[in-house]
């Protein structure tokens, strides 16, 4: 007769495995949707986006899951999602490898750290905004280019 700690022990890994799919499908669809990778269609009861589907997500090592491409999307359109969802399980980068039709494994790689003289140099920062708008001398009065 099976023991009822086992039963229970499978049914939380189960709740868990449930949660870590859950979450890694709303992580992918809010990074796709800032992203752009989406497609947007107002309607008359508002707007409807769409953003590409996901497939089984697998725990791993490694965490692997599945995305539909949408019409007119290439696998690269997928990479910067695909790496923001890597980033947020602790992944170093992806890797996408077809699977049939339009349908896309990614692969999250968790390689241990590079070695000192191989980590990429700091990227700089976001660029400042400018504090006064942009001008442009105008050209004289009665010169083919003037708007005056």
């Known amino acids: 007769m099976p023991s009822l700690r086992a039963g229970v022990a499978a049914r939380e890994r189960e709740a868990v ?3 870590f799919e859950s979450d890694m499908r709303r992580e992918f669809r809010a990074a796709a949707e800032f992203l752009g990778v989406r497609t947007k269609t107002h309607v008359a009861a508002g707007v409807t986006i769409t953003t590409p589907r ?6 791993g090592p490694p965490v692997t899951f599945t995305v539909e491409l949408m019409p007119g999307l290439v696998p690269s359109d997928l990479l910067g999602p695909a ?3 890597a980033e947020a399980v602790g992944g170093r980068d992806v890797r996408l490898e077809r699977i049939a039709g339009r349908w896309l494994r990614v692969v999250v790689l968790d390689d241990p750290e590079p070695p000192a003289d191989e980590i990429e140099p700091a ?3 976001p660029r400042r905004l400018r504090t006064r708008p942009f001008t442009t001398p105008c050209p004289a009065e009665g010169a083919p280019h003037s708007f005056r």
């Open 17 to 19: 495995a449930r949660a």
């Open 83 to 85: 790496r923001r969802v």
């Open 54 to 59: 996901t497939g089984g997500v697998e725990m």
């Open 123 to 125: 990227r700089p920062g």
